[in-house]
């Protein structure tokens, strides 16, 4: 069984290889995503490491709060991402407009 933890606070110059290595101490690393801004692709401070559930918590307890080229960490499990509502923020299209 696989767990996924939110790392926040990462330097905008992390690199996945340098993060991955951070977490391999504590266990296998699965997957090292980094997230960037869409528009302009540069990076957000934040990403998401997968591991197997021992070495997650163990990455956990020991690399929260702990300084990382500079930043201090941010470890918490992921959480799934709640649903976002659809509609594109029109409002109602299928009410008539009022006419006067």
């Keep these: 069984m696989s767990s996924k933890l939110y790392v926040g606070n990462l330097p905008f110059t992390a690199q996945e290889d340098d993060v ?26 934040f990403g998401f490491v997968e591991m197997n559930e021992a070495g997650a918590r163990s990455a956990q307890e020991a ?18 991402r709640s649903p ?3 509609g594109g923020g029109y409002g109602d299209r299928n009410r008539q407009s009022k006419r006067w």
């Design 20 to 45: 991955r290595d951070l977490f391999a101490t504590y266990g296998e690393v699965l997957s090292v995503a980094l997230i960037s801004d869409r528009e302009t692709g540069r990076p957000r401070g």
């Design 84 to 86: 976002r509502p659809s």
């Design 63 to 80: 690399l929260d709060g702990k300084d990382f080229q500079g930043r201090s960490l941010r470890i918490n499990e992921a959480q799934e």
